[in-house]
Nanobody, 112 residues
């Protein structure tokens, strides 16, 4: 079992930046692929980005060049650096491990 705890969400103006964090309860990054998903109001949960155990990173086209996924193995923490935020980035952002373990989510609201 793995516990994931997201943090770092908040209210930001269009064009602003946020960094989300996902703390894992144990060392899993060398075992599991880790991912960020998001769910906007009234929409299905959407995949955002993934990092594999060997460090290969992929992004959904809509965030490519604006979001950066990274991890700190020593801290068991996954990050999502988001810049040039847009209103359509507004969603609850979820951390996922091995396509089966989920965090509780953190709200990101982009609005003026």
């Amino acid at each position: 079992q793995v516990q994931l705890v997201e943090s770092g969400g908040g209210l930001v103006q269009p064009g602003g930046s946020l960094r989300l964090s996902c703390a894992a309860s144990r060392s899993i990054f060398k075992i599991y692929s880790m991912a960020w998903y998001r769910q906007a109001p009234g929409k299905q949960r959407e995949w955002v980005a993934t990092i594999t155990p060997i460090g290969m990173i992929t992004y959904v086209d809509t965030v490519y060049g604006r979001f950066t996924l990274s991890r700190d193995n020593a801290k068991n923490t996954l990050y999502l650096q988001m810049i040039s935020l847009r209103p359509e980035d507004t969603a609850v952002y979820y951390c996922n491990a091995d396509a089966q373990f989920w965090g509780q989510g953190t709200q990101v609201t982009v609005s003026s």
